[in-house]
T-cell receptor
Framework: ELKVEQNPLFLSMQEGKNYTIYCNYSTTSDRLYWYRQDPGKSLESLFVLLSNGAVKQEGRLMASLDTKARLSTLHITAAVHDLSATYFCAVDVSIQGAQKLVFGQGTRLTINP | EPEVTQTPSHQVTQMGQEVILRCVPISNHLYFYWYRQILGQKVEFLVSFYNNEISEKSEIFDDQFSVERPDGSNFTLKIRSTKLEDSAMYFC?????????????FGPGTRLTVL
């Protein structure tokens, strides 16, 4: 059974600090996505990682993918309150045809002033 | 900017009743999906749909569930006889292709409450 595990599940941090969210998965895949979800809202696409060694950055967030280790990281630099949300990684496990995403449990990030 | 829309935003129903959740995918997208998220839990894949056929479905998507693209714009999820455990947020998503670069865009969701 495919497992996508995020660590930590809850993270409370102060503004200005750096931290990393980890996403481990148990199958071979070179397509991984990061999404943000605000309370009661939909999923907002943050990063699309499509190959081993892929690194993407947007503002204070940076995501990377190591397909050999089956690990993706989402790094937060100098956190600000606006980044408080739940972050999900999702692994694409489709072989052909339409995509099938398997999500991690989510990391609820709270950034305190 | 094009977006996926869903109606209704909130649906309350009695156990055993049928519900239909509606989605309008982004107009040039060819692949459509339904996911659900039970409150406080992770997002779970239900079904993918392409060329008027189901491409893949999960174990959750049993005989009580069906999907349809009744016209050129709508994509629906029907639950024939709702159970208490069907209470969840249901997200529709669409993507242009199923190729390497295949980003799914999610709708705002329909919150289904089964009483």
């Amino acid at each position: 059974e495919l497992k996508v595990e995020q660590n930590p599940l809850f993270l409370s941090m102060q503004e200005g600090k750096n931290y990393t969210i980890y996403c481990n998965y148990s199958t071979t895949s070179d397509r991984l996505y990061w999404y943000r979800q605000d309370p009661g809202k939909s999923l907002e696409s943050l990063f699309v990682l499509l190959s081993n060694g892929a690194v993407k950055q947007e503002g204070r967030l940076m995501a990377s993918l190591d397909t050999k280790a089956r690990l993706s990281t989402l790094h937060i630099t100098a956190a600000v309150h606006d980044l408080s949300a739940t972050y999900f990684c999702a692994v694409d496990v489709s072989i052909q045809g339409a995509q099938k995403l398997v999500f991690g449990q989510g990391t609820r990030l709270t950034i305190n002033p | 900017e094009p977006e996926v829309t869903q109606t209704p935003s909130h649906q309350v129903t009695q156990m055993g009743q049928e519900v239909i959740l509606r989605c309008v995918p982004i107009s040039n997208h060819l692949y459509f999906y339904w996911y659900r998220q039970i409150l406080g839990q992770k997002v779970e894949f239900l079904v993918s749909f392409y060329n008027n056929e189901i491409s893949e479905k999960s174990e959750i998507f049993d005989d009580q569930f069906s999907v349809e693209r009744p016209d050129g714009s709508n994509f629906t999820l029907k639950i024939r006889s709702t159970k208490l455990e069907d209470s969840a947020m249901y997200f529709c998503a669409s993507s242009v292709t199923a190729g390497v670069y295949n980003e799914q865009f999610f709708g705002p969701g329909t919150r289904l409450t089964v009483l």
